[in-house]
Nanobody, 123 residues
Framework: QVQLVESGGGLVQPGGSLTLSCAASGSIFSISAMGWYRQAPGKQRELVAVISSGGSTNYADSVKGRFTISRDNAKNTVYLQMNSLKPEDTAVYYC?????????????????WGQGTQVTVSS
């Protein structure tokens, strides 16, 4: 079994900063891409940022220049540093990992998701 556990969400004023963390644990053979998605009320889940195992990154246009994704492969952890937060960044943020388990080391990676962490940007 594999688990992704997010932390670091909360309430922040516009212009403020937050850092989200997501740690993957369990029977992990390897992790390919890791990423952050978000879902605001009444909207579809959208990609925020993704990082490959080699460190290549990609961001949604709405967060470029404000958010930074990074990962610590030794800790199976991905981070999202969020600066200059806006009310429209309010959403539940979900961590995603493309993970190959030890039991299925020969298989293609499978998408695993965290439970989500609430980020609210409001004065």
């Amino acid at each position: 079994q594999v688990q992704l556990v997010e932390s670091g969400g909360g309430l922040v004023q516009p212009g403020g900063s937050l850092t989200l963390s997501c740690a993957a644990s369990g029977s992990i053979f390897s992790i390919s891409a890791m990423g952050w998605y978000r879902q605001a009320p009444g909207k579809q889940r959208e990609l925020v940022a993704v990082i490959s195992s080699g460190g290549s990154t990609n961001y949604a246009d709405s967060v470029k220049g404000r958010f930074t994704i990074s990962r610590d492969n030794a800790k199976n952890t991905v981070y999202l540093q969020m600066n200059s937060l806006k009310p429209e960044d309010t959403a539940v943020y979900y961590c995603n990992g493309e993970i190959t388990t030890i039991q299925a080391w020969y298989s293609a990676p499978y998408d695993y998701w965290g439970q989500g962490t609430q980020v609210t940007v409001s004065s």
